[in-house]
Each structure stands twice: as structure tokens, then as C-alpha cells.
């Protein structure tokens, strides 16, 4: 298995409603991430998990809240959120997050959440 | 600070013909450079992955040069098909800079009839 499963695909939300992004992958690797990506913009990085434990917090306001309850999952909750948060979630996993091999990066194929 | 430049920011081609996208970066020290396809509203897909000691990787249609010492890239597709419309991103990872990704904007790709 070489994918990194995300769901749902297409999510709308009130901005009263919690919710939850889902991703998964079962090739091994031990660092994953969020992104969140505007149209015609190049993804931005939200969240590191190194290991299961949350390295990087790229000053992503609270209403996202991350999760990694094993090697294999990462969820993204979300609760609050505000029209501008309107963007495709990707998720991404890797051998390891410290960059001095060649590992590759794998994304998902996306979440498209609207928040109305 | 590292930086990726991609060029065309758009292109237009008619179907069957070939096109040639331009990828320049800053970042150093290097580790890889990957080219990604990616469709409206889906997550990008790796097309080949290179180090520094590569020149030119090819995957089907798609073949990716690299110039480490002029810090240049390019990926040349060959006989484009309609599906092959879409965004094409340059993405730099450098030996000391982690889990930190460098993207390039990326590159508009239309094929038409």
C-alpha cells in the first residue's frame, strides 16, 4: 500500500459545527503532515507529527486541533471555523521528517472543505 | 532564504505537441527535487523524484532534468494528452532544513483539442 487515504472528500460545515478530517497510510512512516491549500497557491504547512508526537505547529489558530492516535492515523478537528478557512486539506506522511535522506513525501488526495 | 521559482506561470498547448517547464531554486544545501502533478481540487502526485547526483529521470511521457550546479530544473512532457492539464509544482528539500518542504508556485499546464 503506497497511498495516503484521506477522508472525506468534500466536507461542508457550519461555522458553529465540529468536525473531523481523517488520514491514513500504511507505508511505515513515522512523520506526517497538515497542509492547508487556497486555489492557485502552493500548500502551507500546518502541523509535524515526528513519531506520533506533535513537532511542528506552524502558528495555526486553535479552532484546528490535531490528533495522532497511532503510527498509521492523523485526524484534523476542527470546531469554530470561519469562512476564510474554506480550503483543500492535505494530508502528507514521509519516512521521516528530517530531510537528510531521500525519502519521498506522499500526499492525499484532499479534503475540500467549504465553511458556510 | 530558500526560494523556488517555476516559469511559465501559465502555458497553453494544443494536444499531441511537447512543452518544456522551468524550475530554478535557491535552496541549499540540496537533497531532492520532486516534481508534482496536480488536478483542481486534488492532493498533488508525485512524477519523479531526483538527488543531486541525477541528471534526467524519466517516467512515461514525463522526463525531469536536473543542473545541480546551476541550481536549474525542467520537466519536458512529450505528446500531450488532454489529462495532462493541470498544475505542475517544483518542490525543493534541502539536507538541513527538516520536515520543511520549498514549493514553487507552480505551473498552469492547459492542453486543448
Known amino acids: 500500500d503506497t497511498e495516503v487515504t484521506q477522508t472525506p472528500k468534500h466536507l461542508v460545515m457550519g461555522m458553529t459545527n465540529k468536525k473531523s478530517l481523517k488520514c491514513e497510510q500504511h507505508?511505515?512512516?513515522?512523520?506526517m503532515y497538515w497542509y492547508k491549500q487556497k486555489a492557485k497557491k502552493p500548500p502551507e504547512l500546518m502541523f509535524v507529527?515526528?513519531?506520533?508526537?506533535?513537532?511542528i505547529n506552524e502558528s495555526v489558530p486553535s479552532r484546528f486541533s490535531p490528533e495522532c492516535p497511532n503510527s498509521s492515523l492523523l485526524n484534523l478537528h476542527l470546531h469554530a471555523l470561519q469562512p476564510e478557512d474554506s480550503a483543500l486539506y492535505l494530508c502528507?506522511?514521509?519516512?521521516?521528517?528530517?530531510?537528510?535522506?531521500?525519502?519521498?513525501?506522499?500526499f492525499g488526495s484532499g479534503t475540500r472543505l467549504t465553511v458556510v | 532564504k530558500n526560494q523556488v521559482e517555476q516559469s511559465p506561470q501559465s502555458l497553453i498547448i494544443l494536444e499531441g505537441k511537447n512543452c518544456t517547464l522551468q524550475?530554478?531554486?535557491?535552496?541549499?544545501?540540496?537533497?531532492?527535487l520532486r516534481w508534482y502533478k496536480q488536478d483542481t481540487g486534488r492532493g498533488p502526485v508525485s512524477l519523479t523524484i531526483?538527488?543531486?547526483?541525477?541528471n534526467t529521470k524519466s517516467n512515461g511521457r514525463y522526463t525531469a532534468t536536473l543542473d545541480a550546479d546551476t541550481k536549474q530544473s525542467s520537466l519536458h512532457i512529450t505528446a500531450s494528452q488532454l489529462s495532462d492539464s493541470a498544475s505542475y509544482i517544483c518542490?525543493?528539500?534541502?539536507?538541513?532544513?527538516?520536515?520543511?518542504?520549498?514549493f514553487g508556485k507552480g505551473t498552469s499546464l492547459l492542453v486543448t483539442p
Open positions: 502528507a506522511s514521509s519516512q521521516d521528517s528530517s530531510g537528510l535522506f531521500n525519502y519521498g513525501y506522499t
Open positions: 507505508m511505515g512512516h513515522r512523520a
Open positions: 507529527y515526528s513519531y506520533e508526537k506533535l513537532s
Open positions: 524550475c530554478n531554486y535557491t535552496v541549499s544545501p540540496f537533497s531532492n
Open positions: 531526483m538527488t543531486f547526483s541525477e
Open positions: 518542490v525543493v528539500r534541502g539536507t538541513n532544513s527538516g520536515y520543511a518542504l520549498n
